[in-house]
């Protein structure tokens, strides 16, 4: 099994800019979400999603767009991007909603210049 | 609001000393809580998990322990080494606003060889 796994890794972008970050996993779980990293504050939740077709808002989800089409992929939009969404991003994916263990992928490393 | 903090922010060590991670949380009505470690510049790993029913968990040479009542978590690393340098990060999922989980800012250890 490849787990959960980002494409790209790194990306450059100029403010205004759109984009896609992907994520897929082929665990077959039914629970995924997006975090961003920043210096010194921990993961925070962008978006979340319980099942293919439903998303909801986590706690930063302003200038983010999700939408889960499939069981396997979470694609994580960008709308226009600005400087202040440098950061690194991490897709993650669990059995449940509840009780089970997370899994994250690689990351992506997002410069918005 | 709900939140998670970990104390101390950055620990140093000498080889083969036992020592504790500590994190704290805010709502009592968890799913559960969950020990992450990342080494620098890479995703996540998971160390250990602990349901809301449980009162710890262990594997090798690390104890987690849950309490609920007072809203704490204790990482126990015993005999460390200095490959067990890295971040640890503590994430809680809560009950309530749905299946959300918040992380803490994480502690940064380095063990002297």
């Known amino acids: 099994n490849a787990g959960v796994t980002q494409t790209p890794k790194f990306q450059v972008l100029k403010t205004g800019q759109s984009m896609t970050l992907q994520c897929a996993q082929d665990m ?3 629970y995924m979400s997006w975090y961003r990293q920043d210096p010194g504050m921990g993961l925070r939740l962008i978006h ?3 099942g293919a077709g439903i998303t909801d808002q ?15 992929d ?3 939009r960008l709308l226009s991007a600005a400087p202040s969404q440098t950061s690194v991003y991490f897709c993650a994916s669990s059995d449940g909603a509840d009780q089970e263990t997370q899994y994250f992928g690689p990351g992506t490393r997002l410069l918005v210049l | ?9 950055a620990l140093s060590v000498p080889e083969g000393e036992n020592l504790v ?12 809580l969950q020990w992450f470690r990342q080494d620098p510049g890479k995703g996540l790993t998971s160390l250990l998990l602990i ?3 449980q009162r710890e968990q262990t594997s090798g040479r690390l104890n987690a322990s849950l309490d609920k009542s007072s809203g704490r978590s204790t ?8 490959g067990d340098s890295a971040t640890y990060l503590c994430a809680v999922k809560y009950r309530t606003g749905g299946f959300k989980t918040i992380f803490g800012a994480g502690t940064r250890l380095f063990v002297k060889a």
């Open chain 1, 28 to 30: 077959n779980h039914e």
């Open chain 1, 48 to 50: 979340y999603s319980v």
């Open chain 1, 58 to 72: 986590g706690e930063v989800p302003n200038g983010y767009n999700v939408s889960r089409s499939t069981t396997e």
């Open chain 1, 74 to 76: 979470f694609p994580l």
């Open chain 2, 1 to 9: 609001k709900q939140e998670v903090t970990q104390i101390p922010a």
């Open chain 2, 21 to 32: 991670l500590n994190c704290s949380f805010t709502d009592s009505a968890i799913y559960n």
């Open chain 2, 51 to 53: 349901q809301s029913s």
């Open chain 2, 75 to 82: 990482l126990y690393i015993a005999a460390s080494q200095p």
